[in-house]
């Protein structure tokens, strides 16, 4: 019996994919998908001296990863968690270190009973949470709870409680932009649910048309479904779209006629540039409407702005207009993990709480200013080398982190991906991964208009990579469609940039 067992374990046939929960098999996040695996197995084998690629590193512009990417992280945050995290220096300081960080962490040590490695309560440690509580005000002008705010591992764990508590079965629906960051339909899979679609209005710079959500809600209706809330992505992802107070106005209403709730994912609210609308939260739009009625849930990271805090995993997210007993069911969902992880949880402290003290404050307001104008820059370099590019149009990042070119696809190159059994924006992608070592992610991984190809790619290359990874993007693109090119048609022109 033992020897069957075994055999049966080293073939490795005990537990089959088959066995499997469906909605695991069925669920897909592009963001790190197939393109994803291929550049993994390429950085493999340059490690291992292979030399049949034409470049000597991949890039990995498929992620809003900053610090992966070379961004540092915010300094007297982290010299803060320092002293948290290691007793000693808090109880002697740390000579280099100022006045404003050793009351911080010794403020933050007295408050977390039992320190960093104990549980806090399931929504996360009092002192943040009033911290997050008036900062929000701070934002919005209006009063906020500590008790509706949840701390969270990351946005993405906030996004996943809600998903729970909203859908009941495969009747539920939730409204979620298209192209949308796939974390949403992911989820909803997951929780037996469903997505209906919503267009982004790319002509309109990405923008939320209600008449567009009035036509989804009405498809998904039709189809049988419940709506049940509606997801905005403002700043967008991966469209980089920051949406108008006009807009924003729209989408209350609209909430607020259909009984829906409103998922706001306001991570990138730190991520605005030039003259884009400047953001302005739906909590405020809410409240200036006073729309008392429509109940809303807002998150925030610190794995992006210009914190990129990716690894610390921290969020949170705050329930308004939500019943008391609803709140208590979120609680419950939450205290199943226990509590988000507490070092993640100070750093949304330090996040929504930054230095006051005249030195520590103008350190931290230029670094702040130096990475978000660097941002702004790489943004622009991009999309301009992009928009130089025959068959690309690229709205400009209004916002976030990313682009979301619009790529003519060569017939020959259409039929060639199905011969390939791929999407054409995925096997645009991945020729691109295997001649020039960027990875960025088709568009099809996040939903688009039929007959439309595009690719999401962030800008985050450092300042120092950022023209050689645009130059050899755009010498990828100029060969794709010489390749592909129909013998018939008469060649692009050349551009009069070199890039
Ligand atoms: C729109 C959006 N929401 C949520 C997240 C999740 O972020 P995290 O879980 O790191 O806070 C991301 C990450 O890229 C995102 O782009």
């Known amino acids: 019996m033992a020897a069957l067992l075994r055999s049966r374990f080293v073939g490795g046939s005990i537990l089959k994919v088959a066995d499997l929960n469906p909605l695991v098999l069925k669920a897909e996040y592009a963001v790190r998908g197939q393109i994803l695996q291929r550049a993994m197995e390429i950085e493999a084998d340059i490690k291992a001296g292979n030399a049949k690629w034409p470049f000597d590193r991949v890039v990995r512009c498929n992620i809003g990863n900053p610090q992966a990417l070379g961004q540092t992280p ?154 049940r809330g509606l997801v905005i992505i403002n700043p967008g992802n991966p469209t980089g779209a920051s949406l108008t107070r006009e807009a924003l106005d729209g989408i209350v209403h609209f909430c607020q006629r259909r009984d829906l709730v409103l998922l706001a994912d306001e991570v990138y609210q730190e991520n605005v540039y030039g003259t884009a609308p400047p953001f302005v939260s739906l909590k405020k739009v809410m409240r200036d409407l006073r729309a008392d009625d429509v109940p809303l849930v807002s998150f925030h990271s610190i794995s992006k702005g210009f914190t990129g805090e990716c690894g610390l995993r921290g969020g949170y997210f705050e329930l308004a207009n939500f019943r008391t007993d609803v709140r208590a069911q979120l609680t419950k969902l939450a205290s199943i993990s226990l509590c988000s992880n507490v070092v993640g949880q100070i750093g949304v402290g330090l996040m929504v709480n930054p230095p006051t003290s005249p030195e520590e404050k103008s350190a931290y307001e230029a670094d702040r200013d130096a990475k978000l104008d660097s941002l702004e820059r790489r943004a622009e370099l991009v999309a301009d080398a992009l928009n130089a590019l025959p068959g690309v149009s690229c709205a400009r990042a209004q916002g976030a982190l990313y682009l979301f070119p619009n790529i003519e696809v060569p017939p020959k190159a259409v039929d060639a991906a199905a011969a390939a059994g791929l999407q054409p924006d995925a096997f645009y992608s991945l020729r691109m991964l295997e001649s020039t070592g960027l990875v960025v992610v088709p568009g099809s991984g996040f939903g688009q208009k039929n007959g439309t190809w595009h690719f999401r790619t962030t800008f985050l290359p450092s300042p120092d990579d950022i023209e050689s990874v645009v130059a050899r993007l755009a010498g990828f693109h100029r060969g794709f469609l010489e390749e592909f090119a129909d013998p018939a048609e008469p060649a692009h022109p050349s551009p009069s940039s070199d890039l």
């Open 74 to 227: 915010p300094k007297f945050a982290r010299q803060v968690l320092s002293m948290i995290m290691n007793p000693e220096l808090l109880a002697t300081g740390v000579s280099s270190y100022s006045t404003e960080v050793l009351e911080r962490a010794r403020t933050y040590a007295t408050a977390i009973k039992g320190g960093v490695g104990a549980y806090s309560d399931s929504k996360g440690v009092r002192i943040v949470r009033d911290e997050v509580a008036a900062f929000i005000e701070q934002r919005d002008g209006y009063p906020s709870d500590p008790e509706a705010i949840y701390l969270t591992d990351g946005a993405s764990a906030g996004v996943r409680h809600l998903t729970q508590l909203l859908l009941r079965g495969p009747q539920d629906a939730i409204l979620a932009p298209s192209p949308q960051y796939p974390l949403y339909s992911a989820l909803a899979t997951l929780g037996n649910g469903s997505i209906a679609p919503y267009y982004l209005d790319e002509e309109a710079d990405w923008s939320v048309a209600v008449d567009e959500l009035e036509r989804a809600y009405a498809a998904a209706a039709k189809a049988g479904n419940i709506p």
